[in-house]
């Protein structure tokens, strides 16, 4: 996995906690945020990445952990706009998380998903095809799917 990540002098943006990035017509609970630039949206719904405009093609690595389940699916369609937008040519995009294939997981996962859709139902544990369909409409392509500890993947992304 390491081969695929970041160069000795790259730079690196982390996003968590439920955010988005897109054009301002959405937040993490789906509703319309009125801004005509670009912005990332945290749980508190602070803006973190207004003004960033000058750093478009600007990043080696976007690295997203635990996010893609706990928000609504806008939020991962927001994610890979992002980072389609300020990762450079070559750049990765790394997600962490819980995920299925082909609708189903193990147990746990399965279970995880249930309590995540009993607390808002646009929450839930994501098919792993929608994520890498999702990725590349906005030409991330996927390179490598690794499994983790405690039935979690990590999930690379090149920007070509």
Known sequence: MEKYI????????????????????????GKTVSSTSSTVHDGADNDVVSGMEKYSG?????????????????????????????????GMLVLYGAYKIGGTSVESNLKFDESLRSRNPAWGVRNLEDVVEAAEKEGLESVQNVAMPANNMSLLFRKS
């Open 6 to 29: 970041l160069p000795a002098n790259g730079w690196v943006v982390g996003v968590e906690g439920g955010t988005a990035c897109s054009d301002g017509a959405r937040d993490t609970d």
């Open 58 to 90: 600007y990043f080696d690595l976007v690295l997203c952990i635990n996010m893609i389940h706990i928000a609504p699916w806008e939020a991962t369609v927001g994610l890979m706009e992002c980072a389609a937008q300020f990762l450079r040519k070559g």
